[in-house]
């Protein structure tokens, strides 16, 4: 799961919650905020 620094507060630790919760998965988080492109 790409947390790409979007999203609302706590939206992240939830949609981890989601997908171990009701598919059993064990998703990796990756905290890419600062590679987001600047908006001119």
Known sequence: ???????RLHEA???MATFAQHL????IRVEAELLRRPVP
Do not use: I, T
């Open 24 to 27: 059993g998965v064990q998703v």
């Open 1 to 7: 799961f790409v947390d790409n620094g979007l999203l």
């Open 13 to 15: 630790e939830q949609v």
